[in-house]
Every structure is written in C-alpha cells, then in structure tokens.
C-alpha cells in the first residue's frame, strides 16, 4: 500500500520556522521526484518546491532563499524547512509526486500524495 504521511504542520508567528516532513512507503522513493504544493483558501495551489532523484531542487520565487526542501533516502523521506515564515505563507501543505494547477486553480495531484498538513503564521 503506498503511503505519504505529512508532519511538522502548525502555528507559528511572523518570521518564524517550521520544518515539514513528508514520509513515503510502498513505492521506490528514492527514484522519485518530490515535491511541495500548497493551496490557502481563495487562492490557487502554488508549486513550492521539488527534488529530484539526484538531489536538484527547483523553489518557487515567493519562498527561494526561505524554505530549503532536502530528502533523506534511507528513512524514505522529505523535509522542507521553512524559514523567515510570512503570513501569506499560510496554507495547507501537500507532499507529492506529482501534480499540476487545475483550470479552477486547484491542486490536482497524481502518483502518490498526502493528505496535507495546515501551516498557519500570524502576523
């Protein structure tokens, strides 16, 4: 059965940090591309950062030089660590192997995902 169980999710103030956890079994995690979508209320889901395979990283522009996402191979896990946190940061979290924007501005995953963590920083 495959698996992605999302931790680290909570509240934290303006300016400061979280580190997610996305945690993978029953498929070859360390073949997989990972990455971090998020989707805040009236918003469109946002692409936040992926790694490959081989360790490449893509950020999106609205959190390059804050968050830094990285695997672990051998505990079949990803971490993103999210630094310098901002209100407009606020949204849930989803781990994924794969996914796009829909039409409506929703996130559409496909492969393998999670349920999501909820990241909430006030000001």
């Known amino acids: 059965e495959v698996q992605l169980v999302e931790s680290g999710g909570g509240s934290v103030q303006a300016g400061g940090s979280l580190r997610l956890s996305c945690t993978a079994s029953g498929f070859t995690f360390d073949a997989s591309r990972m990455g971090w979508y998020r989707q805040a209320p009236g918003n469109e889901c946002e692409l936040v950062s992926t790694?490959?395979?081989?360790?490449?990283?893509y950020y999106s522009e609205s959190v390059k030089g804050r968050f830094t996402l990285s695997r672990d191979d051998a505990k079949n896990t990803v971490y993103l660590q999210m630094s310098s946190l901002k209100p407009e940061d606020t949204a849930v979290y989803y781990c994924a192997s794969h996914g796009t924007i829909g039409r409506d501005g929703t996130c559409i995953f496909w492969g393998y995902w999670g349920q999501g963590t909820q990241v909430t920083v006030s000001s």
């Open positions: 790694i490959s395979s081989d360790g490449n990283t």
